[in-house]
């Protein structure tokens, strides 16, 4: 979109919005994921809906990196997906996180020389159990 067909958000704001999906079920979305900035991960700006939708308004402009954390982000192998965007304010954009496919995953945990099989991976956390040992 550009011109009169962007959208306009207050006049001292920027307002980013966008879905975060699953690339790996067929881009279900990610409910429960939070959006941050980069250079501030700890404050939380969004969390995202039943759909995956999150809203937020910025008092700034230029540009910024935003992440998405999720606990199937990380299950995948990833500590969050990142992406760029420009603020302007007065203005809205539009930014869908969505996780890397299946090849991508797989080669993130398993390395190049991976299997021979790309649909196949499986993907979970280690943990210590409450007597110290590692279990699944």
């Not at 009169?4 to 067929?26: F, H, K, L, N, Y």
């Not at 409910?31 to 980069?38: D, F, N």
């Not at 935003?66 to 203005?91: E, F, S």
């Amino acid at each position: 979109l550009t011109g009169d067909d962007v959208p306009r958000a207050p006049a001292d704001s920027a307002i980013v919005t966008g879905v975060v999906t699953d690339s790996t079920t067929g881009h279900l979305p990610l409910a429960g994921a939070r959006i941050a900035l980069r250079d501030d991960t700890a404050r939380v700006l969004a969390v995202t809906d039943g759909r995956g939708r999150y809203r937020i308004a910025l008092a700034r402009q230029g540009a910024v990196t935003l992440v998405a954390r999720h606990p199937r982000i990380a299950v995948l192998g990833y500590d969050a997906l990142g992406a760029p965007v420009t603020l302007v304010r007065g203005r809205e954009a539009v930014q869908p996180f969505s996780t890397p496919g299946i090849a991508s995953v797989r080669r993130q945990l398993c390395g190049e020389r991976a299997g021979v099989d790309p649909m196949v991976v499986v993907a979970g956390a280690v943990r210590r159990g409450a007597r110290g040992d590692a279990s699944a």
